[in-house]
């Protein structure tokens, strides 16, 4: 069972940054794709960025040239940048990956614990 932990979350004053890094258990080659999500109080979860095996990314327009998405299969480790921050950006971000589904079995999807970001001043 792949475990996914985030880390890098914290309280940030508005405009300020935070890189935020999800590490796998295990190998993250096969994850495709994987993603970040938030989920503010009272809301749905809401996908906020997301990344192919092949280096393809996605972006929710509430983000789009502000949070970069990247990941290192070497450390088994995706990454969110996040800039400009704001305060509608506070919620519990979590990490989320993908194994697709092949012949023999159906797709398989992981979840971290998630991590508290908080924009306030």
């Known amino acids: 069972q792949v475990q996914l932990v985030e880390s890098g979350g914290d309280l940030v004053q508005p405009g300020g940054s935070l890189r935020l890094s999800c590490t796998a258990s295990?190998?993250?080659?096969?994850?495709?794709?994987m993603g970040w999500y938030r989920q503010a109080p009272g809301q749905q979860r809401e996908l906020v960025a997301s990344i192919t095996g092949g280096g393809s990314a996605y972006y929710a327009d509430s983000v789009k040239g502000r949070f970069t998405v990247s990941r290192d299969n070497a450390k088994n480790t995706m990454y969110l940048q996040m800039n400009s921050l704001k305060p509608e950006d506070t919620a519990v971000y979590y990490c989320n990956a993908e194994v697709p589904a092949t012949t023999y079995r159906s797709k398989m999807t992981y979840w971290g614990q998630g991590t508290q970001v908080t924009v306030s001043s």
């Open positions: 295990g190998s993250i080659f096969s994850f495709d794709p």
